[in-house]
Structures are given as structure tokens and as C-alpha cells.
């Protein structure tokens, strides 16, 4: 269960996140919509405890992320961007995770399986296209076979068959109980994975419920979407 | 503390030695410094047989590449601190430890476990080299008497490699990093002695020049000088507050 | 011309120029006020024997401003040190936007030439009031042959910078190796003790376009051995080598290598 509550940010004069509040529960596929700069990482970035949040708070399963016992067992995050240094093989990137968490060798070669990334494992980070970078991020993410997930613009990059697997994938992950929290703004893609939407906008949230009651009247979510985060038509929820 | 918790420290030192030595910078640069440190050895060796015979000491000549020498573990202690920010790696790092103090300090760590044999190996061999090129001309000098000053230089530079490690962290930044700590170690540093003799006593504490006593043979000819526990006492301080200081800022800032 | 212009933007949006125009702009001066602090003691007690040489140590060890500048034109094109960025590197949108890879280098040393030009100026002012400020009455007059002299050394050497980098693409070993030459314990001085042949290496020899005497502290063996003329020409001839062999390597070497 990820639970946020009230959390507000400021960077300089500039308020990122005003007062947003929002949970992902256990079983379901949370998606995290909003235009690009209106706080979706920030906030997935505070909740992970990078960054720190001027007020309010993000828990995970009711603590904060950096009193977690076990991290890495506890939540899988892939953020954007690779998330490893260019001069490192894949390889050696999980493998000092791994060490880091005490889990084994053999788990990351099982990961890398699974990302389907084995064949590129001994390659340098920096010759990775941005599709691999993003299986790397997931096989991170996935070492400690977590039971909370968190990603940022997962399918940013991947191929069709990436996509469609990580879609089969996150299900499954939801269907066995697991929390699974992913930012977008492929609103197609979403539509077809989630079960609850979020949405921000500015630094607030708009809209927040199941699927079909964010939709409600609207012909799509995207068309939901366009609706809630225009400017025209803010104060529609 | 718990069993766990001890078990937590040694996970965590190990993934940081993992993201030291699967760095191929970091033994780029450590091998660089091994040559380079026997070239020097070799020009200071032929400059010093050029002088007047006899009067040369073997430590001397074999300890004056130390100058240089100390760049390669600036370098090297940047790196280690610095390479966490290329590609986003700060991230990894602090989803899998979120504890920023301890995963910082366990960098430093490992940080020492790499540096103090690969420092000893690299001063002792240019002593070594000066030693086999030098026996003849030189005052022959007791195997005792080399292991005080070369466990000095070990010291000296294992202290510098961390102080740069702190101020990499503070600055995130390689070049900038790189600029401050070569103009102080390279510039500052030795003009003020220069042009500053007045204030010569205070400059002792100071890290470059208190940490040069470890290694420096004593000469008679200077007042004011540190012995080399004094000189490790400074730097030990210098070093230590600077990581400190690290620590507190990782520990507020955003990532 | 579009070319140079695009240079010079990128590197004034560098936040690490600002670094090499502070230390470019102030260094030298403060040095420069330093030595002339000493010399005024040594005028008073009647021992002075270098005054023309005041002011000029400045002007060498400020050098190290476009040392950074020259590594920074090229370092920033490959280096990805951001929280933010996957693995992008700026030198792909560079080569896309400029064609010509020959035309990128020319615009890149010629953005970088003008800022060495522009900087040592601003370096040479302040140097000269600093001096004046601190000697008064004392203060040398500063030759005009002389500062071209410290003009030239500071591009040429702001060049080698830029075409080292280009050949190693990693900022920190021009950075280290040419910092650590400029400064007090200069290579060029320990190889002149072993081999005489040290006269004709680029910073040593470039040195001698403005630097005269043999009694400074940087050169306690600085025998002059070229005129200020030969001096700028062997430097010159080393920038032109380093620079083709920078430009070969660059023309062929795949952009991902």
C-alpha cells in the first residue's frame, strides 16, 4: 500500500506540489497521469526518498522509505533514465545491487532472463539503446522480487513486444496481490493496464478513481484526460 | 546493534567495493599512476646522478615524485564519489541504501581498503627503483629507516584520496572537483609558500603541508616543523571534518 | 560563421566556463599583487633585481583559466553528468546540426581562441592595476611586445587543451596533466634537469614569448634558450601537430566509439 498524504513541494519560489493526496492499493495497477512537469516524478522521487518533500508525506506501507528494513525486497523502482553509470556492464550494474541487498549472483542472471537482456549483460551501460536501458531499469527493479512496484514511463522506449509484455507482466504482478504504481502519458497503453487512474495537473490532482470513474462520460481516457487537464475546462471533475 | 544490522554493514561495503573495482576508470587510473610514478622516479633518479655524487639520499630522490604522485589519488578519490552522478546511478544507489550516511561513510571505506595497499605498492616502488638505480652512488640507507616515511606516504596519500573522495561528494561534479582540489594541492598550496613566508607556521595546518610530514624526512634545517604524528593528527582532522561536512549535506539535499 | 556563433553559445550556457573566466580574470591579478608585495620589500631594502619581471608570474600560472576553458569546449560534448539524462551525449546533436566535422573543429577553436583572447585581456588589465595599485611609483611599465607575447601563450595553450581533449574525450587527464604542468612543480622543469631537449616542450618554450629573466622562482633554471620569436613558434608548431592529429582521429572515429 502506498499511501500519499498532503505532500507539497517547493523548489526555489516555484511550488511543484501543492497538497496532492492519493493511494495505490494492493492488487491493483495504479496509473499516474499528467502532462510532462506536472510533479508526477517529483513525486515518485520523494516517495522513494530522493528527494525531500516540504511538507506532507509518502509512506510505504506505512513507513517512509528510507526506515524500510529491506529496501529492495520491499519496493522495485525504475525511474527515468537508465540509472546506471555508462562504464559498467549491465551485469556488474545488478550485480553490486545484489550485493548490496544480499541476495545471490544467480538471482541476477534470473532477472536478466527475465528481462529478456542475458545476451547484453557483459555490454558497457553506455552502448545500451534507450529499450535496453529500460529492461535494465526493470531487471533492477525486480531483483528483490518486490512486493510494491514503482515505475516511471515504463514503456517509454520499448519495442512492441516490450510493451506488450510489460502490459502481461504488470498484471499478473497485480493479480497475485502485488502494488504496482506507474506513471505515463501513453494514454492507449494505460488504458488497457490500469485499474485505478490519477491524474495531475500543476502540482494538483484532478481526477482520482477506478478506471470507468474517470472516464464516466467521456468516450475514452484520453478524451477524459484532455477534458481535466485543459485549460479551459480545469474545474470539470 | 543486531546481528542483521552488522550483516547490513558488510552487504553494503561489498556493493560499494563492486562499484569501485567493476569501474574500468578507476583501474585506468590507478595503472596510469603506477607508470607515471615510475618515470618520475626515473627522471628524478637521473636528475639526482647528474648531481654531486654521494651527497644524494635514496629516500629523498625516491619520495619526490610524491608531488606528483598525490594527483593520481585526487583523481582517483573524485571518481568515486563523482561516478555516482553519470547516468543517474544516485538513484539506484539510494533506492537500494536508503541510509545516506552509512551508505556514504561504507564508500569511504572501501575507498581506504582500495587505496592503502595500491598507495604503499606505488611509493615503495619508486623508492625501490631509486634504491637498484642508485646503490652505488648513494649512502646506502637501513631497510628500517625506509618503512617509516614509505608508511607515511601511504598514510599521506590514502588521506588525500578521501578528502578529495568528501569534496567529490560536495560537489557532484567532476570538473569542478578536479579544478579546486589540483589549484589547491598545485597552486595554492606552494605559492603561498612562497609568497607568504611570513605566515609559514600557520600554513602547517593546512592538509598539504601538514600531511607532507608524514612522509618527509626531518631536516635539521627548518624551524617549526611537525613530526609526522602531528602532521597525521592535522590531516586526520582536515580529512575527517570534510566528510563530515559530506555526509550532513547528502543527508538534507535532494539526490 | 553560423557555426562559431552556435560554438559560442554553447559555451557561455556552460556553467563551468564560469569557473575558467574567474580564475582566467582574478588569479593572475591576485598573484600579480602577491609578487609585487615582495618586490616592494626587497625595493625598500635595495636588494631588487627583477622589478620588469613583476606581474608576469601572474600572467603564467593564470593560464590555468583556459586550460579549463579549452578542456570544457570539448569535455561537455561527451560527458553525461546529469541526475536527469539516460545516456545522451551532446555530440550527436552537435554533428547532426553541423555536418562538416572539419567546420564543427574550426568553429569550436575559433569560439575558443576569441574567448582566450578576450580573457587574457581582461587577465592583463587587472594584472597591470594590481601591480600599480600595490608599487606605485615602483611599477614597471609593461611592454607591449611582451604581452602579445602572453596573448599567444594563452591560446596556444587553451588550444592544446581543446585538442588533447578531443583526442583522450575525457576531460579529467588534459585537465590533471596540464594543470599540474602550469603550476609551480611544472613536468617541463623537472625533464629540463634530465634532458636539455625539455627547452622546446610547448609550455616551456611558450613561456619564453614573455618571460625573461632567469631569477623568477617558476624558473630557478630558466636560462633562456630561444628568442620570444622562436619560442611562439615551436609552441605554434605543437598546436598545429596536436590539432591534426586531433582532427585525423576525429574525422574517423565513429561519434558512438
Redesign the interface.
Known amino acids: 500500500m502506498l499511501t500519499i498524504n498532503n505532500l507539497v513541494k517547493h523548489r526555489g519560489n516555484q511550488e511543484i506540489l501543492s497538497g496532492i493526496s492519493f493511494k495505490a492499493r494492493p492488487g491493483r495497477v495504479t496509473g499516474f497521469l499528467g502532462p510532462n512537469g506536472a510533479g508526477k516524478s517529483s513525486t515518485l522521487?520523494i516517495l522513494?526518498?530522493?528527494?525531500?518533500a516540504t511538507s506532507g508525506s509518502a509512506l510505504i506501507n506505512g513507513k517512509p522509505?528510507?526506515e524500510?528494513?529491506n529496501?529492495?525486497a520491499t519496493?522495485g523502482?525504475a525511474?527515468?533514465?537508465?540509472?546506471?553509470?555508462?562504464?559498467?556492464?549491465g551485469r556488474?550494474?545488478l550485480?553490486?545491487?545484489a550485493?548490496?541487498?544480499?541476495l545471490s549472483n544467480s538471482r541476477v542472471e534470473e532477472v536478466l532472463e527475465i528481462v529478456g537482456l542475458t545476451n547484453a549483460a557483459g555490454k558497457r551501460?553506455?552502448?545500451?539503446s534507450?529499450g535496453m536501458?529500460r529492461r535494465l531499469g526493470m531487471a533492477?527493479a525486480l531483483l528483490g522480487d518486490p512486493k510494491i512496484l514503482i515505475l516511471d514511463e515504463p514503456v517509454n522506449g520499448l519495442d512492441p513486444e516490450g510493451i506488450r509484455w510489460i502490459r502481461t507482466f504488470l498484471r499478473e504482478r497485480a493479480q497475485s496481490g502485488n502494488t504496482v504504481l506507474l506513471s505515463s502519458h501513453l494514454m492507449g497503453e494505460l488504458a488497457e493496464t490500469v485499474d485505478d487512474v490519477v491524474i495531475i495537473k500543476h502540482g494538483t490532482i484532478v481526477a482520482d478513481g477506478t478506471l470507468e470513474e474517470v472516464i464516466g462520460n467521456h468516450s475514452t481516457l484520453e478524451e477524459a484526460f484532455f477534458t481535466l487537464t485543459s485549460e479551459i475546462a480545469g474545474a470539470v471533475v | 546493534m543486531s546481528v542483521?544490522s552488522s550483516?547490513?554493514i558488510t552487504?553494503?561495503l561489498?556493493?560499494?567495493l563492486?562499484?569501485l573495482v567493476?569501474?574500468?576508470?578507476i583501474g585506468l587510473t590507478l595503472m596510469g599512476t603506477f607508470i607515471l610514478n615510475l618515470a618520475l622516479a626515473a627522471a628524478f633518479t637521473s636528475a639526482g646522478l647528474q648531481g654531486a655524487a654521494g651527497t644524494q639520499s635514496i629516500l629523498n630522490i625516491g619520495l619526490a615524485s610524491m608531488g606528483y604522485l598525490k594527483a593520481g589519488f585526487i583523481i582517483l578519490g573524485i571518481l568515486a564519489t563523482c561516478?555516482?552522478y553519470?547516468?543517474?546511478?544516485i538513484?539506484?544507489t539510494?533506492?537500494?541504501?536508503?541510509?545516506?550516511g552509512f551508505q556514504l561513510s561504507a564508500k569511504h571505506l572501501a575507498l581506504v581498503i582500495i587505496t592503502i595497499p595500491v598507495a604503499f605498492i606505488i611509493a615503495a616502488s619508486g623508492i625501490l627503483y631509486t634504491f637498484i638505480m642508485m646503490r652505488d652512488t648513494a649512502e646506502v640507507i637501513e631497510i628500517d629507516t625506509m618503512i617509516k616515511p614509505l608508511l607515511g606516504a601511504t598514510g599521506y596519500l590514502t588521506l588525500t584520496t578521501l578528502l578529495s573522495a568528501a569534496i567529490g561528494a560536495l560537489l557532484r561534479r567532476t570538473t569542478p572537483a578536479l579544478v579546486v582540489l589540483l589549484g589547491y594541492y598545485f597552486i595554492v598550496s606552494p605559492l603561498t609558500r612562497v609568497f607568504l613566508p611570513s605566515i609559514k607556521n600557520y600554513l602547517n595546518f593546512f592538509p598539504d603541508t601538514a600531511g607532507s610530514y608524514m612522509y618527509m624526512p626531518p631536516s635539521s634545517d627548518e624551524l617549526n616543523v611537525l613530526t609526522p604524528m602531528q602532521g597525521t593528527g592535522i590531516s586526520m582532522i582536515w580529512t575527517l571534518s570534510f566528510i563530515t561536512v559530506a555526509i550532513v549535506f547528502y543527508r538534507?539535499?535532494?539526490? | 560563421m553560423r557555426a562559431f556563433n552556435a560554438e559560442l553559445s554553447k559555451l557561455f550556457s556552460l556553467p563551468g566556463i564560469w569557473l575558467a573566466f574567474l580564475i582566467g580574470a582574478i588569479a593572475p591579478a591576485v598573484i600579480a599583487a602577491l609578487d609585487s608585495i615582495a618586490e616592494k620589500e626587497e625595493i625598500i631594502a635595495g636588494v631588487s633585481t627583477r622589478l620588469s619581471e613583476v606581474g608576469y608570474i601572474g600572467l603564467v600560472l593564470g593560464v590555468q583559466g583556459v586550460i579549463i576553458l579549452g578542456v570544457l569546449a570539448v569535455s561537455s560534448e561527451y560527458l553525461?553528468e546529469s541526475?536527469?539524462?539516460?545516456?545522451g551525449q551532446q555530440i550527436t546533436t552537435s554533428l547532426t546540426v553541423v555536418s562538416s566535422r572539419l567546420h564543427f573543429l574550426l568553429a569550436k577553436a575559433g569560439a575558443v581562441t576569441v574567448i582566450s583572447i578576450l580573457l587574457c585581456i581582461v587577465a592583463i588589465m587587472t594584472t597591470v592595476s594590481a601591480t600599480h595599485l600595490v608599487l606605485g611609483e615602483y611599477a614597471p611599465a609593461f611592454e607591449w611586445q611582451r604581452l602579445i607575447g602572453a596573448i599567444c601563450y594563452w591560446t596556444f595553450t587553451a588550444l592544446l587543451a581543446l585538442g588533447i581533449t578531443l583526442l583522450t574525450k575525457n576531460g579529467i587527464i588534459p585537465l590533471a596533466v596540464l594543470m599540474i604542468n602550469s603550476s609551480v612543480v611544472s613536468f617541463s622543469v623537472l625533464l629540463y634537469r634530465v634532458t636539455k631537449l625539455a627547452v622546446y616542450l610547448p609550455d616551456r618554450a611558450g613561456a619564453e614569448m614573455f618571460m625573461f629573466t632567469s631569477d623568477t622562482f617558476t624558473g630557478s633554471l630558466f636560462v633562456r634558450y630561444n628568442t620570444p620569436f622562436t619560442g611562439g613558434l615551436v609552441m605554434l608548431a605543437w598546436v598545429v601537430v596536436i590539432f591534426i592529429a586531433a582532427a585525423i582521429v576525429f574525422h574517423r572515429r565513429d561519434v558512438?566509439a
Open positions: 522521487r522513494l526518498g530522493l528527494d525531500r522509505f528510507a524500510l528494513h529496501p529492495l519496493v523502482a525511474l527515468d533514465g537508465f540509472g546506471a553509470h555508462r562504464m559498467r556492464t556488474a550494474h550485480r553490486w545491487i550485493r548490496a541487498a544480499g551501460v553506455g552502448k545500451y534507450l536501458g533492477a | 542483521s550483516r547490513k552487504q553494503i561489498g556493493a560499494e563492486d562499484k567493476t569501474l574500468p576508470l561516478s555516482e553519470t547516468g543517474g546511478q538513484r539506484t539510494l533506492t537500494t541504501i536508503p541510509w545516506r538534507k539535499r535532494d539526490a | 553525461t541526475s536527469e539524462s539516460g545516456g558512438a
